[in-house]
C-alpha cells in the first residue's frame, strides 16, 4: 500500500490565509457593531466621504428628498415626532451629530435598523431598495443641515 502524499504546502498556506482574513473581518464587524451597536457600518464606512458634497443644489435636492421619504417619521426639522413613529431619532441633537460621521449617516440610511420593544417593531426602513447612492448621499446632505448651527 502506498502512503497518501503528505498535503502540498502551498494548500496548507492557503488555509492559514484564508482563516486570517476571515478572524479580521469578523473582528471588523463586531468593532462596527460595538460602536453602533444594531446598525449595519461596514469597516471604513465612518470615513467615507460625501461624493455629492460639492454638488452646488445637493442640499435642496435632499430637502425634497427628505420631505417625501423621512418627515412622516422624523418631522420637519429632523427632531423625531413625524406622525408615522414614536421611536424616530431627533437627527439633529448634539451626541449624535459627535457620533454620527455623514458616512454613519448615510449607512444608517442606507441599512435601516429595527427595534424591537416587546411585541412591536419599531422600523428605520432600509432606503438601499428605495434611493440611489447618490440620493441617499443627498439626503445625508439635507441631514447635516438641519443640524445647522450645530456642524
Ligand atoms: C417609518 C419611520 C421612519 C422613516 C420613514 C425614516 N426613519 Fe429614520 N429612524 C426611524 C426610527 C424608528 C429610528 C430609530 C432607530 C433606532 O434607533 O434603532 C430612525 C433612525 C434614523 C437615523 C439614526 C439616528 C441615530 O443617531 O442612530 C438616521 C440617520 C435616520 N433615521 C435618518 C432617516 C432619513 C434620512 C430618512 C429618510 C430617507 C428616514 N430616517 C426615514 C424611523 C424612520
Redesign the pocket.
Known sequence: MTKAPARPYSQVCCWRVAAGSLVLVVASICGAAAQYP??LIPAGGKEEKSPVSSVADAATKGKA??LS??V???GPEGKGG?P??E???D?TDDL?TE??TEGV?FY??WNG???QLRTET????A?KDK?SRDE?WT??EY?KVLRTPRR
Open positions: 444594531g446598525w428628498l427628505f421619504h423621512c412622516r417619521c422624523h413625524g408615522d413613529s421611536y424616530a431619532a437627527l449624535r457620533l454620527n449617516l444608517k440610511v435598523h429595527s427595534v419599531f422600523d428605520m426602513p432606503f434611493l441617499a439626503v445625508v441631514v
